[in-house]
């Protein structure tokens, strides 16, 4: 399966944006699916994750309240809605896939990986 998110930009702080992740190559109906992001200089962190059909869903602490995680088994598609932006989520964020049954909450769970969205948060 192929992964290709997008949507990221550059907003102040106390802004929206919607973050989209569009698969291709399969259906990703039955996988796990999560969103990540990564720093610089720091590790690829978990942001949120749902299962297959949306039942289930993680968040980390520090997105609580204000992110949120949604799919569309229809369309192919993986969104996150993040409000209350602030400067300590720029970071480029990336959408995956995982085998998993359930929740997939590692790295390494995820076998499959989109390029990359820059989200720059400025003060």
């Known amino acids: 399966v192929q992964l290709q998110a997008s949507g990221g930009g550059l907003v102040q702080a106390g802004d929206s944006l919607r973050l989209a992740c569009a698969a291709s190559g399969r259906s990703i109906s039955s996988d796990c699916m999560g969103w990540f992001r990564q720093a610089p200089g720091s590790a690829r962190d978990l942001v949120a994750a749902i299962s297959w059909g949306g039942a289930s869903t993680y968040y980390g602490d520090s997105v609580k309240g204000r992110f949120t995680i949604s799919r569309d088994n229809a369309k192919n598609m993986v969104y996150l809605q993040m409000n209350n932006l602030k400067p300590d989520d720029t970071a480029v964020y990336y959408c995956?896939?995982?085998?998993?049954?359930?929740?997939?909450?590692?790295?390494?769970?995820?076998?499959?990986w989109g390029q990359g969205t820059q989200v720059t948060v400025s003060s």
């Open positions: 995956a896939a995982s085998a998993i049954y359930g929740l997939a909450t590692t790295l390494n769970e995820y076998d499959y």
